[in-house]
């Protein structure tokens, strides 16, 4: 069993900037690939960022690319997203994932075997 808790979000102006945090439980975070989707009020839970489980390769949706950066420490066993020139489009409820029989692309909902229980990201003047 794998416990995920999200922490860093909430109300930012357009242009700024949060780092969201996933602290998980177990002692094979190491093994697991991670992931970052987001959810805005009456759409899909959409796929945002992963890292695999060495941290070397990242990769995004395009929406985000360039602005958002995520990153892992294995030693803490937790996996960050760093959120830069936020949008309002950017609004939504953000949830980690924990692959933990890593076998796709790392992109897809069902892929992901334990969620967080999300944190909130509200982008807004």
């Known amino acids: 069993q794998v416990q995920l808790v999200e922490s860093g979000g909430g109300l930012v102006q357009p242009g700024g900037s949060l780092r969201l945090s996933c602290a998980a439980s177990?002692?094979?975070?190491?093994?697991?690939?991670m992931g970052w989707f987001r959810q805005a009020p009456g759409k899909e839970r959409a796929f945002v960022a992963g890292?695999?489980?060495?941290?070397?390769?990242?990769f995004y949706a395009d929406s985000v690319k360039g602005r958002f950066t995520i990153s892992r420490d294995n030693a803490q066993n937790t996996v960050y997203l760093q959120m830069n020139s936020l949008k309002p489009e950017d609004t939504a409820v953000y949830y980690c994932?924990?692959?933990?029989?890593?076998?796709?692309?790392?992109?897809?909902?069902?892929?992901?075997?334990?969620w967080g229980q999300g944190t909130q990201v509200t982008v807004s003047s």
């Open positions: 177990g002692r094979t975070f190491s093994s697991y690939v």
């Open positions: 890292i695999i489980r060495s941290g070397d390769y990242t």
């Open positions: 994932a924990a692959d933990t029989l890593p076998h796709g692309s790392g992109r897809y909902r069902h892929e992901y075997d334990y």
